[in-house]
């Protein structure tokens, strides 16, 4: 296969996959989002998100992300706070739940590349995966720990009321 029609199977693969699974990802239901579960658990080693931080200065490159709903219309727009209420700060946190579920999943496809690649191309296709999905898992958890940090002080507030 010469590398153009290589670089256009890649290409369209890809886009396919992303669409795909984002979709599905998108369908499913906030509530899911809203309870806890052990992938989405900010450890402690990751130091209420200041790890992520420290290691990648997240808050400096974090605004030059893609948001999703630049994308998909009728999606929640994670690039501010929607207020600064419980619920708000809690649909917010889901969402981030979401949109790092729908990034490790957009990581899944990346082993596919090696049915019709070279060795060498499929290894750029796991490297595309990688770069294009782990920046919006590290800020994801960056966000979700400042959230999960604010809506501990608001229930301290109110414990103390």
Not at 65 to 73: A, C, E, H, Y
Not at 96 to 119: G, I, Q, S, Y
Request: net charge positive; glycine share 2%; proline share 3%.
């Amino acid at each position: 296969m010469n590398l153009f029609l290589l670089f256009l199977v890649n290409f369209f693969c890809w886009l396919l996959f992303h669409y795909l699974l984002s979709y599905i990802c998108f369908k499913i239901p906030l509530s899911f989002f809203l309870k806890e579960h052990r992938l989405f658990t900010i450890a402690k080693w990751e130091k209420e998100g200041q790890l992520w931080n420290r290691l990648f200065q997240v808050k400096k490159w974090k605004k030059h992300l893609i948001d999703g709903s630049s994308i998909v219309k009728h999606s929640y727009n994670k690039s501010h706070l929607h207020g600064t209420r419980q619920e708000a700060l809690n649909e917010f946190s889901a969402e981030t739940k979401r949109a790092e579920l729908t990034h490790w999943v957009l990581l899944l496809p990346a082993p596919l590349f090696f049915l019709w690649n070279p060795a060498w191309a499929a290894w750029l296709n796991v490297l595309y995966a990688v770069i294009a999905n782990v920046p919006f898992i590290v800020t994801q958890r960056y966000n979700r720990a400042r959230l999960e940090r604010a809506l501990k002080r608001q229930e301290m507030r109110k414990s103390r009321h």
